[in-house]
């Protein structure tokens, strides 16, 4: 039951965070309908990879950690809850994932930077739209 339970949780948080970093993964990003959807010219397409690149290396060292520690796994196994030691690991979880998502923002700014007045407009309509911030 121990077993079944933390690999529950884990499952829990790992697909919060991988949510999160697959959405910069190279295969299928909405990044690469974007480039589609703004028209971007092949210099701007040159200039998101790059930024996309950045940002995958940024994002892939953001230590992880946190994901590795057991202690609300513990808490069930030992019969004791520690508030602290909870928050403290729930915390470092959501830490990760707000790195990431000021990474994700700070690519989207960066793209935006290099984008003409009516991708721009384009763009914010389709971050809206699909709340990709």
């Not at 959405?23 to 299928?28: C, V």
């Amino acid at each position: 039951m121990n077993k079944i339970f933390k690999l529950v949780v884990m499952a829990t948080v790992l697909s919060f965070c991988g949510v999160a970093l697959a959405s910069h993964s190279t295969d299928t990003l909405p990044q690469d309908s974007l480039v589609k959807q703004l028209q971007l010219t092949p210099e701007q397409i040159q200039q998101v990879k790059s930024l996309r690149k950045n940002t995958e290396q940024e994002i892939g060292k953001i230590n992880t950690d946190a994901l590795k520690q057991d202690a609300i796994i513990d808490m069930f196994s030992s019969g004791m809850w520690s508030d602290a030691e909870a928050k403290k690991q729930l915390d470092a979880v959501g830490d990760i994932q707000n790195q990431v998502r000021f990474q994700r923002a700070k690519y989207l700014f960066q793209v935006s930077q290099i984008l003409n007045r009516e991708q721009k407009q384009h763009l914010q309509q389709i971050l809206i739209e699909k709340q990709l911030y």
